[in-house]
């Protein structure tokens, strides 16, 4: 038994662990030093290129559980981040290049894994593969990843992607559901704006900061996806004829169309999670929560997901993965990482290590494991094989994905530690068949 893995990213470096760890042999594929892509500077594993902070360490914050979830189970992400982390309060931060170091070092020693450097430029015609090659994907691998997957919409190389909310923080004292004209059912969540307060919105997203653009994007991302903000900079009122156009949206409580409204549009099935309609933007995430914030229904509303325009190779995970991120037509060939629509260096890894396991118990002969919506992992998994409706967009893992609660909790802290134990007891539970012999 063999597996090639490709890429020795976080997500990589996760699946051959936990491949390795249960007596399977690897090859993993790291195109670095060779060749690097330009968000690279090391020929370190696992290189973190934004940030040496992972989030949140709290069990009361969605990716907080999902780490200490990975931690129970045995995770060489976890592990490595823990014994090189640095203070950061409630955030787990890492010294970077420490943190690369030991899980290469890790890897490299690891007497069932055999590193190969190099481009891979086609996959492997037979075995098992899990291709963990991230969102900056050379370009000949993504032209074979894309005659794979066949059809042209398959794989997306440009992610815009508007913000996305909770329901529950959504102050509905101040938005009512409806569509426009009243057609068809209320969809919509609408957001009304007086005069006034669309003047005090409109002067704060025409002059908020943007995003730093880096290397590896460029102008494409924004052919066809124009952002608010640069939609806003065309004059007052030309949000007012575009996405927070009031024509047909009559305010229930004052009989008459608002000045401006903003929609929110349901974003998973559960209706737990709302985007943004037209609100693609390439603002700082800061900004983001600061001027968005001024929509009076979203005076306190809880961002799942900040807006993106950037270069990011991801999946019409829905359609082409299982909940195994397996690929549906081959199951074979699995993904793991970015590219399969998770958002961010824990989802990354939290992808990687359910393929490792999974695929070791598929050699086996073992049953799969079945993480449920009431896990993180589980939650994230049954998200990108087919949780959210319309349009795919890549998801960090937040508390609208995972199951509600069967009864209420006063306070949003006590509510969301009230899922994070649930979550935790039934990781408990499902263990002892994960990692045997562990103590």
Known sequence: MNVTVIGAGLSGCEAAWQLAQRGVDVTLWEMKPEKKTPAHTSGDFAELCCSNSLRSDQLENAVGLLKEELRRLGSLILSCADATRVEA??????????????????????????????????????????????????DALAEELQALLGADTALHFYDAAAPLVSAESVDMEKAWFGSRYDRGTPDYVNCPMREEEYNAFWEALISAQQAEVHGFEDQKVFEGCMPVEVMARRGHDTLCFGPLKPRGLRDPRTGKEPYAVVQLRKDNAEGTVYNLVGFQTHLRFPEQKRVFSMIPALHQAEFLRYGVMHRNTFMDAPRLLNRYYQLKSQPRISFAGQMTGVEGYVESAASGFLVGVETARRLQGLPSVDFPQETAIGALALYISGGSVGTFQPMNVNFGIITPLDHRVKGKRNKNAELSARSLAIIDRLRPEICPGQE
């Open 89 to 138: 309060g409630g955030a787990l931060a890492v010294d970077r290049h420490g943190f690369s170091a030991l899980v290469t070092e890790k890897i490299r020693s690891h007497p069932r894994i055999q590193v190969r450097e190099g481009e891979v430029t086609a996959l492997p015609s037979e075995g098992e593969v899990v291709v963990a090659s991230g969102p900056l994907t050379s």
